[in-house]
Nanobody, 124 residues
C-alpha cells in the first residue's frame, strides 16, 4: 500500500483549531477506506473518524462532538481532519490509516497500513 504520512499537528490553546493532513500513495484513496485514530498517553488507541473510498464518512461522536470533519482530496491523494474547538482532552498522537473496503471502519484491527502519527497538544 505504501507509506502514509501525517502532518499538521502542533501545540495550541484550547478553543483553537488544527487541520491534520495525511498524504497517501497515488490511488490509495480510491481503493481504501481511510481513518483517523488517536492515542493519548496511558490510553488505548481510539477511533476518531473515517471516510470511505466512495465518500461517506463516520465519526466517533463521543470524541468528535460535532467539532471535527474528515474530508479527502483524491487528486492530491490526501485525507484531512479539521479539528475545531480543541480541548485539552484532545491531546494525543493522531494516526492516519488505510483499511480494505468492507471491513468495520471503527475497528483498528481493520486497518493494515498506518502512518507514524502526528502529535497534537492542547493546553488550557
Amino acid at each position: 500500500q505504501g507509506q502514509l504520512r501525517e502532518s499538521g499537528g502542533g501545540s495550541v490553546q484550547a478553543g483553537n483549531s488544527l487541520r491534520l493532513s495525511c498524504t497517501a500513495p497515488a490511488r490509495t484513496l480510491g481503493w481504501y477506506n481511510m481513518g483517523w485514530f488517536r492515542q493519548a498517553p496511558g490510553k488505548e488507541r481510539e477511533f476518531v473518524a473515517a471516510i470511505s473510498r466512495s465518500g461517506p464518512s463516520a465519526y466517533n461522536t463521543d470524541v468528535v462532538k460535532g467539532r471535527f470533519t474528515i474530508s479527502k482530496d483524491n487528486a492530491k491523494s490526501t485525507v484531512y481532519l479539521q479539528m475545531n474547538s480543541l480541548e485539552p482532552e484532545d491531546t494525543a498522537i493522531y494516526y492516519c490509516a488505510a483499511a480494505q473496503p468492507g471491513s468495520p471502519v471503527r475497528l483498528a484491527a481493520s486497518y493494515s497500513n498506518w502512518g507514524q502519527g502526528t502529535q497534537v497538544t492542547v493546553s488550557s
